[in-house]
Each structure stands twice: as structure tokens, then as C-alpha cells.
């Protein structure tokens, strides 16, 4: 009999973690991240959470801290956003190529100056080559299931990586939304304990992470990007694995909306991807012929999915972030994805920078420019005072 | 406590990458003998993690994670608590850094896991410079030491790191030197006998990064001691005792030997003492000294 939580995202992923049981959290407040913290601190005192909650100095003491936890061989989670993660950078590059499977859920906000706390995804993207697996949620109930999904992908023997789950300030850290919880029982079942390639150990005396010669090293790197390539399997198969289990799904690397026929498709992440589905429904009502893939894993991106949409539509991308210099990230992604195999246009809108609000109507109209043949390759949407 | 005393146990294997004469690993062969086999060491960047040798292999027998510059003490918090979930509270954690790492890059994260009173030793072992990357100056340089960038001498005094720590009102606390290895066997062994944050500072005079003989290190440090350049003292419960040679200097039951004597031998001040003596900042760094040991008396007799 599963049981529903009304409450925010940041209070449901805060339930998600101390349901997978980690023995370490380490974390240190940043807004919009600091009522999942709060909620960890909160579940100390009931005694719900068993485990060690270090309050640390910084957040790049957070990372370092799970770090050497996870290398005891335990579960660990923290959380952060914005400059807290870029703060972090350095030891996100170490958990990774430690190979250690570290969960972490990002609250995407914009980065300073000037100061604002608003959803922008600049943070995560920046965060692109760390080797972490980055997923980006839509709603309360799929950063709920994607904690505990993550632990379990993070700690499979053939990816041994760390795992970020990101999702959009206030959009959904501070919203309430009613989300599905298995029982303790359930998740004990489904998410069982860490078995650790490699661990501390007085018993067994190795040194980590020494001097390492350039082939050794190219090959550590090799090892990443076979762990990342195994993984675009894994995060179908333990999608499907929780739908059959618990009747929740909410895509693999990819979440498929109205694809069928389609001479469109749309490709946007986070909170612009759920908001996209209204913008769908009312496109489709008036004929156009047009769906939606919301982008739920930037790392491992999911190229071959995209290219195979590609063959029978165009592709309209919505990116929260810059790549300065360039263009949005997922767009610049996707058409690395179509190179010298795909046909198919791509066209590409920046939009929602800085927490500005992307509501349906907007999207229709980044769509609808496109459809007409009246978009530019790369678009600034709504862009006020330039 | 005699050094045929000590326990006859290497942990510290042959065939490491050190320089000649390095200080780091006479301190680690005492540290490892002092702590015992049930021991894990996170290594920030510095000297050790050269000398640790190269994948595959190790020089070290306890387990070592290597972790960056500034992050030592945070990762040792993590450690230390990942195995108490595990029942295994009773491993000895130590986060052993440079002075770069402690002084320097890696002081918020050693204050922090002070505060949080984390159950560690971090030791620090302290050359006065950044070694590995090449002799750059560090918060633990003295007063006019050439280092590669302070190449006329550096300019302002060192802190008193020992004294930073105290601050935190920590269980223990202790400065101690490679040339006094069974005062250090003391001091390591105290330290694991305590429960909570300990800090243990090791002088460690380098022969290539002051520029002297490499079979001059030991008395490069006993010099250190005997010149009052370095205090040997334990704190505890709020308590400073000196101890040894710095006892009797605090005591003033014997004069500390001029700084001269000490530096004259250190190629790092060379441009002290040629083509002409420097006689302005000679005296700046006695009375200095002076002035450190009378505070000392004030603060700790």
C-alpha cells in the first residue's frame, strides 16, 4: 500500500535519500538547496535517519568529506547548488575518477554576479566533463524515484560512478506537489547494499589515487567512458525495472511525449521539459504535428536516441543555459548527436535565463517559429532591452 | 623511551620515491611505528604524495587515499565516519600534510574538522616551504628565506599555526621534530590515546628546499630547537607545557643559540651573509625571535 507525501522538492528528495539508508551525508546550506539539508537535519532528530549527517564548513569539505566516506566503502549523499557546486568542482572531477558512487542532488540556480537564486541550468552544464551522470527532473515524483534509482545505477559494478540529480529552484525545490512513496520495506528490497569495488581497509593496505603514468591514466579515462556508454543501458532497464515494480515512469535518457507522426520534436530539460507537455497538447490540438523528448541525462547524453528521432522529424532545442561563446549546451549537444548521419534541421532557443519564467504559451512560440520556417539556427527567446 | 625501543615493525617499505636525507619519511617510519597497523592516511598534495612511489606500486603499508591540496581534513572527517558507521571506530585516521596544505590552501578545512571535533590526528609536517612544486614560499616560510618566489628574501614573519590550532581548544595538541624521534613516538602515541580532533606539527628540515648537505638534516633541526626558531611543546586541556631543549629555553635555564648559528648553514639565506653581512635584517630576525619567546613566557610559563 504505498503512501502519499504532499511536499517540496526539496523535502521529498531529502525522503528519497534517507530512504536508501546512505551512512554518510555531508552537506553545507545553499539557497535554494537548504531545506533538503533541513529536511536530512530533521529526520536526524526523529531518528528516521540513522546515519552520520556532517555539518562541514564549505561545499568543497562536503564533497571531500563524502569522498572519504564512500572510499570506507559506505553510501553517501550530499546536495548543492549553484556556487556550492562550483565550489565543489575540483572533488566532483575526484569522486568521479576515485570511482566512487556518490549521490547528489543539485538544485539548478543561476550563478553570480548579480546575485539571484532562480532556476538556471549554467550550474549543472558547467559540470559537464566532471564524469559524473547528470539527470535533470520534471517533477516531485521523478526526483523522488531518480534518488533511489541513482544509488542503484551508481553503485553497479560496471559504472562505479558518481550520480547528479538535478532539478530547477523554487520551480521545484519550494513547490508541493503529492508524490507515490514505496514502503521502507519496498526500497530495502529493490536497493540493496553497497558492494564496493574498492574500499580503506587496514586488513587489505593499498594506496589510492598515486602517481599515475600517461597510459595507466588514458586508460582510467577509457574506463569512465565505457562505465558512461554501459550506463545509457542501465538507466533504461532500471526505468523499467522501477515501472514494473512500482508502476512509476518517467523515461529512460529520454521521455518520449507524443513522438508518434511527428515532423517535430521538441527537446527541452528540467522544468521547461514538464512544462512543454501543455505546450504539446495544445500544438497538437491545432494540428501541428509535433512532439516532445525531455532530455532526463545530460551525462551520458543520449545521442543515438536523439539521431533516431532525427530521421523523421526536426528538432526544436530549448536550452535554460549559455555555453558563452557558442550556444545552448543541448543544442550543441543534439547536433553533435546529427552530425554526418541525419538530414533533420535543429534549431536551436535560449530562454528562461536568470529564473525568467518559461510558461507554455512561450514555448508554443519558440515551436511555432520553427514549424513556420521563420526561425534562426540559434534564437535569444523574449530577449528584453538589447 | 630509547630508539632500540621502539617497535621493530616497518610500515614504511624500501624503495621510495624521497630525496636523500627527506625529513617526511623519518617522521612517517615514527608515525607508522607510533600508530600501529590499524591506521588509515589520506594524503592531500604534497612531498608524501611523490614519495608514496609510483602506480602500481606503494612504499606504504597502512591504507592511503590521496586527496587534493585543501581537502585533508574534510576528507578525513569522512572517513572517520564512514568507518564508525561500520563499527570499525577504533582505526586511527590521520591526515598527514604539508605545511602548504595546512597553513596555506588547506586551513579551512583543517579548522572545520577541528570545530566538528572530528576523532583524527592531522599532522602536519613542516618544511617552511612548498617542496614539492618547487621551493615556493608558504605562510610557514621564516623571515628573509629565499624560496623561487621570494627570491630576496621573504618579507613577512611566519604564523604561528600551533597557536591557530589551540584556538580550537582541541584534546591535544603538540610541535615536535624529526631530530627528537622518541619525543615524537611520545607525542603520537599520546595523541592516539585521546578521543577527538589532535594535531601534531612536525619541524622537517628539507635539504634540498633550505640548501644543505643531506646528511645535515638531522642536526638542521635539533639546531631549529636549540636556536628557539622551533618550540617543542604539548598541548592539553588548555594547557602548554614545553618540553626538552624549548623547556629550558622558556625556563630561561639555558640562552637560546643566535639564529645565526642555525641559518648560516642554510643556502636559503646565503644572501644574508655574502657578498656582505645583512647585519639590519640578522638583528630583525633575532629580535624577533626574542620577542616570540617573551610572549611565549608570557602566555604559556
Given at each position: 500500500m504505498s503512501e502519499v507525501m504532499i511536499d517540496t522538492g526539496n523535502y521529498i528528495a531529502a525522503k528519497a535519500a534517507v530512504m536508501c539508508k546512505p551512512d554518510v551525508v555531508a552537506a553545507y546550506p545553499i539557497t535554494p538547496q537548504t531545506t533538503l539539508v533541513e529536511g536530512i537535519a530533521n529526520y536526524v532528530k526523529s531518528g528516521e535517519f540513522k546515519g552520520e549527517y556532517i555539518c562541514v564548513e564549505s561545499e568543497h569539505s562536503a564533497m571531500s568529506a563524502c569522498i572519504g566516506a564512500s572510499a570506507t566503502g559506505i553510501r553517501s549523499f550530499t546536495g548543492t547548488s549553484s556556487h556550492g557546486l562550483l565550489l565543489m568542482h575540483e572533488m566532483l572531477h575526484w569522486a568521479a575518477l576515485a570511482r566512487l558512487p556518490i549521490v547528489m542532488c543539485n538544485i539548478n540556480r543561476v550563478i553570480g554576479p548579480g546575485w539571484n537564486i532562480w532556476a538556471d541550468e549554467n550550474d549543472g552544464i558547467?559540470?559537464?566533463?566532471?564524469?559524473w551522470l547528470q539527470f535533470y527532473c520534471s517533477s516531485n515524483q521523478e526526483i523522488f524515484d531518480t534518488v533511489i534509482q541513482s544509488f542503484k545505477l551508481a553503485e553497479h559494478e560496471k559504472v562505479c560512478l558518481p550520480v547528479m540529480i538535478n532539478y530547477n529552484a523554487f520551480i521545484l525545490s519550494h513547490t508541493s506537489m503529492p508524490v507515490y512513496l514505496p514502503t521502507q520495506k519496498e526500497v530495502d528490497q529493490w536497493l540493496p547494499k553497497r558492494k564496493p569495488k574498492w574500499k580503506l581497509d587496514p586488513e587489505n593496505p593499498v594506496t589510492f589515487g598515486n602517481i599515475l603514468l600517461p597510459p595507466a591514466y588514458e586508460r582510467i579515462r577509457k574506463d569512465m567512458q565505457n562505465s558512461q556508454e554501459y550506463a545509457k543501458k542501465l538507466i533504461v532497464d532500471i526505468a523499467k525495472d522501477w515501472k514494473k515494480r512500482f508502476g512509476r515512469y518517467h523515461g529512460g535518457l529520454l521521455e518520449q511525449?507524443?513522438?508518434?507522426?511527428?515532423?517535430f520534436i521538441l527537446l527541452s530539460m528540467g522544468a521547461i521539459g514538464a512544462e512543454s507537455k501543455v505546450a504539446i497538447d495544445n500544438m497538437r490540438k491545432e494540428g501541428i504535428k509535433i512532439g516532445l523528448a525531455r532530455v532526463?541525462?545530460?551525462?551520458?547524453?543520449?545521442s543515438e536516441e536523439i539521431l533516431k528521432l532525427s530521421k523523421k522529424a526536426d528538432l526544436i532545442v530549448i536550452d535554460r543555459n549559455i555555453s558563452i561563446g557558442n550556444e545552448g549546451a543541448v543544442f550543441n549537444e543534439v547536433k553533435g548527436a546529427l552530425y554526418n548521419k541525419s538530414d533533420a534541421k535543429a534549431y536551436g532557443f535560449i530562454a528562461g535565463l536568470g529564473g525568467k519564467d518559461v510558461p507554455y504559451g512561450d514555448i508554443e512560440k519558440m515551436c511555432k517559429k520553427a514549424v513556420n520556417g521563420k526561425a534562426k539556427h540559434l534564437e535569444w527567446f523574449g530577449l528584453e532591452g538589447v | 623511551m630509547a630508539i632500540k625501543d621502539l617497535p621493530r615493525e616497518e610500515c614504511y617499505l624500501p624503495g621510495s620515491a624521497a630525496c636523500p636525507g627527506c625529513p617526511a619519511t623519518m617522521a612517517l617510519r615514527i608515525v607508522y611505528k607510533a600508530l600501529g597497523k590499524n591506521t588509515i592516511m589520506t594524503v592531500p598534495a604534497c612531498c608524501t604524495a611523490v614519495i608514496e612511489s609510483l602506480h602500481p606500486h606503494t612504499s606504504f603499508d597502512i591504507p592511503t587515499m590521496n586527496i587534493a591540496f585543501e581537502a585533508a581534513a574534510a576528507a578525513a572527517s569522512g572517513i572517520e565516519a564512514g568507518l564508525r558507521m561500520q563499527g570499525k571506530g577504533d582505526t586511527t585516521v590521520v591526515a598527514w600534510a604539508g605545511d602548504g596544505g595546512t597553513y596555506d590552501i588547506g586551513i579551512q578545512a583543517l579548522s572545520g574538522a577541528l570545530e566538528r571535533n572530528t576523532n583524527f590526528i592531522y599532522i602536519c609536517y613542516n618544511n617552511e616551504i612548498y617542496s614539492n612544486t618547487g621551493i615556493q614560499r608558504s605562510g610557514a616560510t621564516p623571515y628573509a628565506a629565499w624560496t623561487t618566489t621570494t627570491?630576496?628574501?621573504?618579507t613577512e614573519f611566519r604564523k604561528e599555526m600551533g597557536e591557530i590550532v589551540m584556538a580550537h581548544h582541541i584534546p591535544y595538541a603538540a610541535q615536535a621534530c624529526v631530530s627528537y624521534p622518541e619525543d615524537l613516538f611520545k607525542k603520537l602515541q599520546k595523541a592516539k590515546s585521546i578521543k577527538g580532533p589532535k594535531y601534531i606539527e612536525i619541524m622537517a628540515p628539507c635539504p634540498p628546499g633550505w640548501r644543505f648537505g643531506m646528511d645535515r638534516t638531522v642536526e638542521m633541526g635539533t639546531m631549529a630547537v636549540e636556536t628557539g626558531a622551533w618550540a617543542l611543546y604539548e598541548y592539553e586541556n588548555d594547557k602548554v607545557t614545553f618540553n626538552g631543549k624549548s623547556k629550558l629555553i622558556l625556563e630561561k635555564k639555558i640562552e637560546r643559540k643566535p639564529i645565526e648559528d642555525w641559518i648560516k648553514y642554510q643556502g636559503r639565506f646565503s644572501h644574508l651573509f655574502k657578498p656582505k653581512k645583512d647585519v639590519k635584517r640578522l638583528k630583525e630576525i633575532e629580535e624577533h625571535t626574542d620577542q616570540v619567546w617573551e610572549r611565549y613566557r608570557k602566555c604559556y610559563l
Open positions: 558547467s559540470q559537464r566533463d566532471t564524469g511525449y507524443k513522438c508518434e507522426g511527428a515532423e532526463r541525462t545530460f551525462r551520458p547524453f543520449p | 627570491v630576496g628574501g621573504k
